[in-house]
């Protein structure tokens, strides 16, 4: 079995309603992630998108994986 390597995590939330994960927030640390997700439950951002208020996100913490890394995820603005 290949071995698996921590390329990061993302922050995304799915808002009520929705079937998709909006990334909102990546880092190289499962214990910022942690944070920031605690910091998103505590004082709910808006939308960068459109900036409407966000409907009852759910948010959660997913790993980067190797093909984000090879499309450049690192090279975005991290927020």
């Known amino acids: 079995m290949a071995e698996r390597k921590n ?19 990546i880092t190289h640390t499962y214990r910022q992630a942690v ?11 808006r939308s960068r998108i459109d900036n409407h208020k966000l409907v009852n996100p759910k948010w959660y913490i997913v790993p980067i994986n190797r093909q984000e890394v090879q499309k450049g995820i690192w090279r975005e603005v991290p927020f």
């Not at 944070?35 to 951002?45: H, V």
């Open 35 to 45: 944070s920031m997700r605690k910091f998103y439950l505590l004082y709910p951002p």
């Open 7 to 25: 390329y990061g995590y993302k922050v995304c939330y799915r808002e009520e309603n929705s079937k998709a994960l909006i990334r909102y927030f």
